[in-house]
């Protein structure tokens, strides 16, 4: 079954160590899963793993209720191991606190890789913006689930 644009996401990418991208994975049916912050922390502990283990810099991130953008630089592996490791680990940690079986996430992943020229403080603006635009909040700092290393 495909989900929403699931069927235009682009196959064989290309990862590039040390450059920046612009991750977006959605969740299944949109379904606002992380509308709970304590089930959105558990997507926040495997960015955080991630860096640990030194396969990619966080540089910001903002969970949302139904889906997720995270901006990192990618330091080993591919950004497809990369995010199947970060969708999967959530999934299943998820999945152990709600008692579930279900796919957590939709298949594949939007990414953007940032161009030298892009102002990648723009970009930051617009991911920490985005519990604003949707209308969860009218203050960023009362959004919990965000942070750039920038603020």
């Not at 991130?61 to 997720?68: A, N, S």
Request: glycine share 6%.
């Amino acid at each position: 079954m495909v989900h929403g644009h699931s069927r235009d996401l682009r196959r064989g990418r290309y990862s590039e160590i040390g450059r920046a991208y612009l991750v977006t994975s959605v969740c299944m049916d949109r379904a606002p899963v992380f509308a709970d912050w304590r089930l959105g922390r558990l997507v926040v502990r495997e960015f955080k793993a991630a860096q640990e283990l030194g396969i990619a810099d966080s540089l910001a991130w903002v969970v949302m209720p139904d889906h997720f953008h995270w901006l990192c630089i990618l330091r080993q592996e591919s950004l497809a191991r990369l995010m199947q490791r970060v969708k999967s680990r959530s999934a299943i940690a998820v999945n152990r606190i709600t008692l579930g079986n279900a796919a957590l996430w939709q298949p594949g992943y939007h990414d953007h890789a940032l161009r030298k020229d892009e102002d990648m403080k723009e970009v930051v603006r617009y991911i920490v913006a985005n519990p604003i635009r949707a209308g969860l909040v009218t203050n960023l700092g009362d959004y919990s689930l965000w942070d750039a290393v920038w603020l």
